[in-house]
């Protein structure tokens, strides 16, 4: 029986690639990409000439049963998608769930994901924390945000830079414009900036600078009321 491996790839800078993932992508019998354009100019700046096939989510219903079947009858497979660690807000968990299902080994190497760096330099409380990735862009999304009042963890959201203001705004709204927040782009990249500071602070400056890039929110918590004994 095949392997599939789940491979993580750089959101940015290409050094961030891990020698492993490097040696399965060479070693497998295909990849699977979620853009074969974009992962074709991965492939090529570490000289890996293996035949890519296109896996997403607009396709990945049709597609997974043969894939399934190649790993059953044991081809080793590597799945990719054009940032990052498939599954985390990417097309990935149907093909994990269905190769599981059928038995077949699943391993998924540790490498880059956006969160992590954004969450630990955040300064905001990371020993536990509630990986929220998108919101609803339209129905839902204010159902989804009155939802998370409560949450005493630090909070993620994934957010593209023609919605970030708007999502901080709605945050204010709903946790107030006091509540502490650090929002990440271009991790990794040349333009890499981190913003800290309340939600009304944070919201004033991508007001003033156009918003560019992939952004990371990460939101504090509800702060916890201590009560005396």
Known sequence: MGILYVVPTPVGNMEDMTLRAIRILKEVDVVLAEDTRTSGILLKHFDIKNQLLSHH???EHGTTAGIVARLLAGEAVALISDAGTPGISDPGFFLVREAVRAGVEVQCLPGATAFVPALVSSGLPCERFAFEGFLPQKKGRQTKI???????????????????????????????AD??????????????????GTLAEVIAHFKEHEPRGEFVIVLAGKKVEKTEN
């Open 146 to 176: 009155r939802s998370l009042a409560d949450e005493e963890r630090t909070m993620i959201f994934y957010e593209s830079p023609y919605r970030v203001v708007k999502t901080l705004e709605q945050f204010a709204e709903a946790y107030g």
């Open 57 to 59: 989510k607009f396709n």
């Open 179 to 196: 509540r502490q927040v650090s929002v990440s782009r271009e991790i990794s990249k040349v333009h890499e900036e981190s913003v800290r």
